[in-house]
């Protein structure tokens, strides 16, 4: 039997299931907005989707993921794919640029999605969200820390033994991390800024660690 699929290549399956997230999603952060996080149920939001709760926790761990779309790391994120975004160009030579690179691609794929402007309401509201998502980022990091390793491992800059390879390549995505969460929140902004924006500033921002950097050495 062939697996039905559409012009994206999406199968009828991967399809469905994609539908029942964004529903689930998309009745989790409605109901927060309307009625506050506190009244909010997952039985009422399985109910308003059409799931059943054991379904709902099929998708989502917690409430507070199913409002802000989370998915799992490790569903999201897999090595090999991630490994392939970072050497998916000719490399610069500046392991910084490159690591960005890899971060910026994998934190705006995160960002991206129709709910953004709600979301980001929704945790300006509710403390609890920002902290949530905050886990979020830090589980990133350290998906992304064990493909930056494999890579640096590669690199023959790092095979003298004279650094942990491991500690290095956390140190780098949590330093290249850290400028996306400089990006993201721009106090001055006061709302929620495009992916565009977004990007804008995280490459700005990526120059301005690599001149101080410069100013420390």
Not at 56 to 79: C, H, M, Q
Not at 118 to 145: D, F
Request: proline fraction near 2%; aromatic fraction near 6%; hydrophobic fraction near 40%.
């Amino acid at each position: 039997m062939t697996k039905t699929t559409y012009s994206s290549g999406e199968t009828l399956r991967a399809r469905k299931q994609r539908q029942t997230r964004e529903a689930i999603h998309m009745a989790a952060l409605r109901r927060t907005l309307e009625h506050g996080i506190e009244n909010v149920t997952v039985a009422e939001i399985s109910a308003e989707a059409d799931v059943s709760t054991r379904t709902f926790f099929n998708y989502f761990p917690t409430k507070e993921d199913a409002i802000l779309g989370l998915r799992d790391v490790r569903e999201s994120i897999t090595e090999d794919a991630a490994m392939e975004s970072l050497m998916d160009r000719e490399p610069t030579g500046d392991l910084l640029t490159d690591v960005a690179h890899l971060v910026r691609s994998v934190f705006s794929a995160t960002l991206s999605g129709r709910t953004r402007e709600q979301i980001w309401e929704a945790m300006t509201r509710y403390p609890q969200l920002r902290r949530r998502q905050l886990e979020r980022v830090s589980l990133i990091e350290q998906r992304l820390g064990q493909v930056v390793a494999r890579h640096l491992k590669t690199d023959e800059r790092f095979a003298d033994g004279s650094l942990d390879v491991d500690d290095a390549a956390r140190m780098i995505v949590v330093v290249c991390a850290g400028a996306m969460r400089f990006a993201v929140h721009d106090p001055a902004a006061g709302k929620c800024a495009s992916i565009e924006e977004i990007e804008s500033r995280f490459d700005q921002t990526v120059e301005l660690l690599r001149k101080v950097m410069r100013k420390l050495q």
